[in-house]
């Protein structure tokens, strides 16, 4: 069964900053996926990834299949990036990480 | 893509009542899949319900406590039976775009806080 491990558990950080989440996992995979979770509950998903990096406006997620890992990447930070972010990774079901907990000061 | 519209968005409940969610999805899927997330911890499995058949329970959740309901392609719902302050949970439905891009949708959550 595959183990998904994401860092940091939580973030604090001022608007304007450079934020990096990674996700580790312990088994191949065919692709990745980086999830954001609002306060209310609701979950949206921002990636789905198998190699490289995929950019989506101030969102940038790459993966390194050989390593096992992936980063999800936020430029210019801003109070509503606030949210969870989490992996989760395919397996005989889909296995989630617990998430990043994501705090952006004004 | 997917839109899926779920609720009651939340929700308190007393000891021992029931609650039902509903999940609708604005196109047909095969397999629609129900998570809990208690306080603080990651999405868990409860069940994957199938169209015309019984839902596939995953170890640790059992139909009497989470009858599930799939009457057509479309639409869900999960009942929270006989709860417990244990339950209070944030509850979502979940498709696959697995015949396209593979991508994960979900409902907007259901918050349950049972007293």
């Known amino acids: 069964k595959n183990e998904v491990e994401q860092s940091p558990q939580n973030l604090t950080a001022q608007e304007g900053e450079f934020i990096t989440i990674n996700c580790s996992y312990s088994?191949?995979?065919?692709?990745l996926h980086w999830l954001q979770q609002h306060p209310g509950g609701g979950i949206v998903s921002l990636f789905m990834?198998?190699?490289g990096k995929k950019k989506h406006g101030r969102l940038i997620a790459t993966i390194n299949i050989q390593e096992k890992h992936s980063s999800l990447h936020i430029t210019a930070s801003h109070p509503r990036d606030s949210a969870v972010y989490i992996c989760a990774v395919p397996d005989d079901k889909i296995i989630f990480g617990k998430g990043t907990r994501l705090h952006i000061l004004p | 893509s997917a839109v899926i519209s779920q609720k009651p968005s939340r929700d308190i409940c007393q000891r021992g009542t029931s609650l039902t969610i509903q999940c609708q999805v604005d196109s047909q899927v095969t397999m629609m899949f129900w998570y809990r997330q208690q306080p603080g911890q990651s999405l868990t499995l409860i069940a994957t319900?199938?169209?015309?058949?019984?839902?596939?329970?995953e170890s640790g959740f059992v139909i009497d406590k989470f009858p599930i309901s799939r009457p057509n392609l479309t639409f869900s719902t999960l009942t929270v039976s006989n709860m417990s302050p244990e339950d209070s949970s944030i509850y979502l439905c979940?498709?696959?775009?697995?015949?396209?891009?593979?991508?994960?949708?979900f409902g907007e959550g259901s918050r349950l806080t049972v007293l």
């Open positions: 088994v191949g995979i065919s692709a």
């Open positions: 319900a199938n169209q015309g058949s019984e839902a596939t329970y």
């Open positions: 990834l198998s190699s």
């Open positions: 979940s498709v696959e775009d697995k015949r396209g891009t593979g991508e994960l949708f």
